[in-house]
């Protein structure tokens, strides 16, 4: 990031950006106390309800990588930005009764906004914070991300012994507002690195394998492990995660650099 920024400044940066990520795990662990209230409320089956919280988990899993490579290109905190937008926009769509399938819609673009600022949050603070605080910043961070799963069950069951179902998605667009001014304040202007090339085929390629995987895996917690659409799912998981190695290996700059997965055995 271009330029010094100021200890208050860069403490309001971490606000507004742990709001969000806040706000992403703690709206994928309140949505699953109020699945059977909504079951009722839409008159759907059990099934069909576990998709408002399942689709969220495996749009947001096959867009973690294209966001965050778009966020190396076109500048991370553009692409936060953005998403936080996004994001604040569909969890008020997501509280509005106008169907199950609308529902749906709108959770598959709170997912899309959730992985926009997830893909790039920590990428934001390691470049504002100088390296004696990113510690600090980062074990921060991690508290309030893993904080947002623990609140989730005990702050769902407290709106829905007063309030709609609707607040459950509600409570997202105060927080989302007040971040989104925040951070039109206080974030500095992006770096970008847009000469760069971008692998479509590649992050395609790794996107529908991670759908594939976790349609799959649901798949087989419905069907059961031996069904024919399960080994479809994993076969084409298989398949997909080769086509990603192999186009992964000829850009000149990797989508994955695959290294980083290899334990350090030797210096």
């Not at 905190?77 to 569909?90: E, M």
């Amino acid at each position: 990031m271009p330029g010094k920024v100021t200890t208050l400044k860069i403490w309001w940066i971490f606000t507004a950006i742990s709001i969000f990520s806040f706000m992403s795990t703690l709206t994928s662990s309140v949505v699953n106390i109020a699945m059977p209230v909504m079951s009722r409320a839409m008159r759907v089956t059990t099934t069909q309800i576990n998709w408002v919280a399942s689709s969220y988990l495996v749009i947001t899993c096959m867009l973690l990588l294209p966001f965050g490579k778009l966020g190396d290109l076109f500048g991370k905190i553009q692409i936060f930005k953005i998403g936080t937008i996004i994001f604040t926009i569909s969890s008020f769509l997501c509280g509005l009764d106008f169907g199950f399938g609308f529902l749906l819609i709108c959770r598959g673009l709170q997912a899309i906004g959730a992985s926009m600022t997830l893909s790039n949050n920590t990428g934001i603070i390691t470049e504002i914070f100088p390296p004696k605080k990113q510690g600090l910043a980062l074990g921060s961070f991690s508290s309030v991300v893993a904080l947002g799963g623990i609140v989730g069950p005990g702050l769902g069951g407290l709106i829905l012994a007063h309030l709609s179902w609707a607040y459950i998605f509600w409570i997202n667009v105060p927080l989302g507002i007040f971040a989104i001014i925040v951070g039109q304040f206080v974030l500095p202007k992006d770096r970008s690195n847009s000469n760069h090339s971008i692998d479509v085929f590649g992050l395609l390629s790794f996107g529908i394998m991670m759908g594939t995987l976790f349609i799959g895996l649901l798949w087989g917690q419905e069907a059961g492990f031996k069904n024919a659409g399960f080994m479809s799912f994993m076969a084409a998981t298989i398949v997909l995660l080769i086509i990603f190695i192999r186009l992964n290996r000829k850009p000149p700059i990797p989508q994955l650099i695959l290294a980083f997965l290899k334990t350090q055995t030797s210096r």
